[in-house]
């Protein structure tokens, strides 16, 4: 059971901070926008930029905007999204994913033709460090009328670096960082017109505690959504905050349904569990029926014999416990510092099983199995209680 916790809820948080760590938790965006690529422009002088990283709930805020296009070199193309970034693009959480190259130095004085691309763009456009590249959009103009026209547009930019999350479909397959300036004139936004904002939650936020357990990941980002609103933006606000449940649905349901794995896997090692012990107490009874016999003759109470083989019960599950939680810790600590078991990441995300361990989750664990295994146990010393003395010890 502690390996079942570990596992899977390492394997939730890890991919889960994946994806907060390119897209962030909960993205602020125009509410008339679609749900293509495409941003739509919102002014970046907001009241709550960058104001709410003051706010204990949130760590950082930072400006970001999209633009389909494709790339096209001499011998590939293949389409892709632009995600423009600011200077204040929080490297700290992405340098991990950063595996050749550097990151991007942007300003905002001045436009930097340089671009961050996954490794697997990388590879099936055969690009490398230092390489130029096309990206060729379709940018919007207004015209006579107020009508618009559409016109085919194209930039070169230089890889500065090359990362890779492990998400292929949702980001490595897509992404390209460049400088939101980039964007803004493609698309003939005003300067200062970004698509949106990225809100990172703080590490206490989403701190395991007691209360945490008690109340949903999604319902807890589903009230942070609301304080958002409720304490930054106005009535009839053109303004939306979407959370990792809102934007990656499908994403985080599978996650949620491995927390139903937990359950049925706990379920049935208690099944087991309690079968074992139960076979090892009745055997033990019949083992000790004549100092049973011997007992009630000398005058003990149901209740007293009851209390032996409960104890004897209790020091069976304590003892179990206890080198359970040696041997599940030991390989928990193997795997979290060795990493000797490896994963297909393009199957799992991740290249290694993670590992997650909590105290709460060890205080579960065991406390579950105790509380469980003490209550069954009580019914087959009610089975020694009621033995006869006589017939007790005249048993061979």
């Known amino acids: 059971m502690i390996l079942t916790f570990a596992v ?16 962030s938790d909960i993205v602020i965006s125009s ?39 494709i790339i096209k070199t001499k011998e590939n193309m293949q389409g892709i999204v632009l995600k423009g970034i600011g200077s204040d693009f929080n490297w700290q959480l992405f340098n991990d994913n950063i595996k050749e190259g550097e990151k991007l130095n942007l300003s ?14 990388a590879q099936n456009l055969k690009l490398k460090i230092g390489d130029k590249f096309v990206i060729h959009f379709v ?19 230089f890889v500065k670096g090359i990362y890779e999350t492990g998400m292929l479909e949702e980001i490595d ?32 936020t989403l701190k395991q505690d007691i209360k945490n357990m008690l109340q949903p990941e999604e319902i807890l980002l589903e009230s942070l959504e609301r304080k958002i609103f409720d ?58 029926t004549q100092m049973i016999g011997i007992l009630k003759g000398m005058g003990m109470a149901q209740n007293g014999i009851r209390k032996i083989f409960v104890y004897q019960s209790a020091f069976l599950i304590g003892k179990g416990i206890l080198w359970g939680n040696i041997i599940g810790l030991t390989l928990c600590f193997l795997q979290l510092y060795f990493k000797f078991i490896p994963m297909d990441p393009k199957m799992y995300y991740l290249d290694t099983v993670p590992i997650n361990i909590s105290v709460f989750h060890l205080l579960i664990v065991n406390g579950i199995t105790l509380v469980f295994c003490l209550l069954i146990m009580v019914l087959p010393s009610y089975l020694a209680a009621k033995i006869q003395p006589v017939k007790a010890i005249r048993f061979n």
């Open 173 to 204: 397959n897509r992404f390209v960082l460049i400088d939101i300036q980039h964007i803004r004139k493609i698309n003939g936004w005003q300067n200062g017109q970004v698509g949106g904002f990225e809100v990172f939650l703080s590490k206490n």
């Open 31 to 69: 509410n008339t926008g679609d749900f293509s690529f495409e941003s739509t422009p919102i002014s970046g002088k907001q009241n709550f930029y960058p104001h709410i990283s003051k706010d204990p709930a949130f760590s950082h805020v930072q400006v970001f905007a999209t633009k389909p296009g």
């Open 139 to 157: 940018s919007k103009t207004q015209g006579n009328d107020d009508l618009f026209a559409y016109q085919p547009t194209k930039y070169a930019f």
């Open 108 to 121: 905002d004085s001045s436009k930097s033709k340089d671009a961050l691309i996954s490794r697997k763009i």
């Open 231 to 288: 304490d930054y933006f106005f009535i009839g606000s053109d303004l939306k905050a979407e959370s990792l449940y809102t934007r990656y649905p499908s994403m985080m349901n599978w996650l949620e349904y491995l927390s139903g794995l937990i359950s049925i896997v706990i379920v049935i090692i208690l099944i087991v569990s309690i079968i074992n012990m139960s076979s090892a107490l009745l055997i033990l009874i019949l083992e000790k």
């Open 8 to 23: 899977t809820t390492g394997f939730q948080k890890q991919v889960k901070e994946k994806i907060a760590s390119f897209s």
